[in-house]
């Protein structure tokens, strides 16, 4: 192949790669603040919402690293053209080498982008994230009223003019950090029982819980209990 030909096809494949990636990030944007529109009608999906987010900027990364090093890849090509243009097995192999992380580059990227723009994208982030929840030995219900006593715990301190009525579970947790009534650690906890109480009121297939998440909601309510 002539060196015209290998420097067109090594300048256009890095803009295609960078163009589709730029995609990918506008709607990751839009589906960010579409989840967000959802946590403000919606301030129980916080938790949930703020892991599916999560989920996002994980695979957004692995397609953006992936991108980058193939973009990187073709910039090396293209600064050898007149070399790749000899035709010896090793320029061959580097050729080869071109195409094929061209291909998975941009398949990687183009499913990334389908996935994001998807109406559904939330829904299904959700519904595999209940599957992580799913099994365990305490029953729902139980976990269920065992969460509404901590809950009624939290909002009643201070008494009756606690604006505790009035803010969001997380920011009480929050509260309960800086005051130093919780750890840092039990605040995590807090958050994972949270979801789990959320997926469980959103409709999701969990009937069962594992009893490491009901024993944490426990010990921490008796510890709040306790130190107010």
Not at 14 to 37: E, H, R, S
Not at 41 to 56: G, P, Q, R
Not at 120 to 136: A, C, H, I, L, T
Request: aromatic letters at 12%; proline letters at 1%.
């Amino acid at each position: 192949m002539d060196d015209n030909t290998l420097y067109w096809l090594f300048t256009t494949a890095p803009q295609a790669i960078a163009a589709l990636v730029g995609v990918t990030f506008t709607g990751m944007i839009f589906m960010v603040g579409n989840i967000d529109n959802r946590v403000k009608v919606d301030s129980t999906l916080y938790d949930i919402a703020e892991a599916a987010k999560v989920a996002m900027y994980k695979n957004l990364k692995v397609s953006a690293g992936f991108s980058l090093f193939v973009i990187i890849y073709d910039l090396i090509m293209i600064s050898s053209v007149k070399w790749i243009a000899t035709g010896t097995v090793f320029s061959d192999i580097l050729y080869c080498g071109f195409w094929a992380l061209n291909i998975s580059s941009l398949a990687v990227v183009s499913m990334y982008v389908f996935q994001v723009v998807s109406p559904n994208y939330f829904d299904s982030v959700v519904k595999n994230m209940s599957v992580r929840y799913k099994g365990g030995s305490v029953d729902k219900d139980f976990f269920l009223n065992n969460f509404i006593e901590f809950e009624k715990l939290v909002r009643g301190i201070g008494g009756a003019n606690s604006r505790n009525e009035y803010m969001s579970l997380p920011e009480i947790n929050n509260m309960l950090v800086s005051d130093g009534i919780i750890t840092k650690q039990e605040a995590r906890q807090l958050s994972e029982v949270r979801k789990i109480r959320n997926l469980i009121v959103h409709g999701h297939d969990i009937d069962k819980i594992d009893k490491v998440y009901n024993d944490a909601l426990l010990h921490i309510t008796d510890k709040i209990r306790k130190a107010v």
